[in-house]
């Protein structure tokens, strides 16, 4: 594999825009940057992100070894569509949608034959938009999942893999229809339930009294409640079947607790609640040695964290 990759990101917002960071600071590779909007071009040069940049695909997909998509769900068939005719041979195309069925169904038979689609989702994010909220820290010491090609390429793997690893992230292979159905449960349906916590407390009777008075278990709880909507919408739609199999296990799950309530079953109450708290810390702990693992220091101020996302 050649030392130093042409990359090119499409989508500088905070996905893309921290990706193209990282890309900058932790690698010598070149990379160019598309967004549709101008300002977000302007910014992206001006904070260094970027050494080319364009409102058309193709200013950046033409002579790229690398093109990574971060767009919209619902965008990138069509991005992808677009830039084809632009791809050289070898050329290793990659995402980073939450939702990876629908892309996995669609985008390898939108590019030449000469041409790799590896699904991509880095575990890492926030409820902010837009390069204004990227920065080059978002994915050390993140999962960063890539699903296995249609027509397996070792080189191309390789060269995403060691992309990754270089921005400090841990690369995960896994097949797509594992991923929708594990994502559904740890990110689309906390992002539901913390807009229906926000929801519910927000238009009772004493709506106005209950936000005033609402402490740290509601905002942790509903820190995501503030994503933007269009993105999220795109994520719900493009994951669906997955997310409504979790609803309705989510369901089961209250009911069992409202019975345990109606009859005042405390032993089923601490049972359910001690599985909880076990599994917590486990999780916590593993989280933490990944980090460890992943052997990139992060402190408060390296990634400008603010002190409610902190354990
Ligand atoms: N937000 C998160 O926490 C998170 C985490 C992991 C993965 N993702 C995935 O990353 C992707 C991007 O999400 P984001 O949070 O960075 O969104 P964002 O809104 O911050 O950025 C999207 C960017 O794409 C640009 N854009 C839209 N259509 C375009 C087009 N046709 N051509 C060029 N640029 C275009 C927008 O101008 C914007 O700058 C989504 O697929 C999302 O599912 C998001
Ligand atoms: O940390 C956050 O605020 C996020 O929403 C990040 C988050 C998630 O954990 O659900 C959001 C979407 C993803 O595709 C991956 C990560």
């Known amino acids: 594999?050649?030392?130093?990759?042409?990359?090119?990101?499409?989508?500088?917002?905070?996905?893309?825009?921290?990706?193209?960071?990282?890309?900058?600071?932790?690698?010598?590779h070149t990379v160019w940057g598309c967004d549709i909007s101008p300002d977000t071009l302007k910014q992206a040069l001006e904070a260094g992100a970027v050494d080319r940049a364009g409102t058309q695909i193709h200013e950046v997909v033409n002579g790229a070894d690398v093109v990574i998509f971060c767009l919209p769900v619902s965008r990138?068939?069509?991005?992808?569509?677009?830039?084809?005719?632009?791809?050289?041979?070898?050329?290793?195309?990659?995402d980073v949608a939450s939702a990876k069925g629908c892309l996995l169904a669609t985008v390898p038979g939108l590019v030449p034959r000469e041409v790799t689609y590896i699904g991509g989702h880095p575990m890492a994010g926030s409820e902010q938009s837009g390069f204004t909220a990227a920065h080059a820290e978002l994915f050390a010491g993140r999962p960063y999942?890539?699903?296995?090609?249609?027509?397996?390429?070792?080189?191309?793997?390789?060269?995403?893999?060691?992309?990754?690893?270089?921005?400090?992230?841990?690369?995960v292979v896994m097949d797509g229809?594992?991923?929708?159905?594990?994502?559904?449960?740890?990110?689309?349906?906390?992002?539901?339930?913390a807009a229906a916590l926000v929801n519910l407390a927000g238009s009772g009777k004493h709506s106005q009294l209950s936000l005033s008075l609402a402490a740290g278990g509601f905002r942790d709880m509903t820190r995501i409640a503030a994503s933007n909507p269009s993105l999220?919408?795109?994520?719900?739609?493009?994951?669906r079947t997955q997310i409504i199999s979790s609803l309705k296990q989510l369901q089961e799950v209250l009911q069992q607790v409202a019975r345990n309530l109606e009859e005042n079953d405390a032993a089923g109450l601490a049972?359910?609640?001690?599985?909880?708290r076990k599994m917590r810390e486990?999780?916590?702990?593993?989280?933490?040695?990944?980090?460890?693992?992943?052997?990139?220091?992060?402190?408060?101020?390296?990634i400008g964290r603010r002190n409610d996302e902190k354990e």
């Open 1 to 28: 594999m050649r030392g130093r990759l042409v990359i090119a990101v499409v989508g500088l917002g905070l996905i893309g825009g921290s990706l193209a960071l990282a890309l900058k600071k932790y690698t010598e």
């Open 76 to 94: 990138i068939s069509a991005a992808v569509a677009e830039a084809a005719p632009y791809f050289k041979p070898g050329t290793v195309i990659t």
């Open 145 to 171: 999942i890539l699903t296995q090609p249609e027509r397996v390429n070792d080189e191309a793997m390789a060269r995403l893999r060691q992309i990754i690893t270089a921005i400090g992230a841990i690369p």
């Open 177 to 193: 229809e594992i991923h929708d159905m594990v994502v559904a449960q740890i990110s689309h349906l906390p992002h539901i339930m």
């Open 232 to 239: 999220w919408v795109d994520i719900c739609l493009a994951n």
């Open 271 to 276: 049972a359910f609640l001690t599985q909880a």
């Open 282 to 302: 486990a999780f916590v702990y593993r989280q933490f040695q990944a980090v460890k693992d992943s052997g990139r220091v992060i402190s408060q101020a390296s």
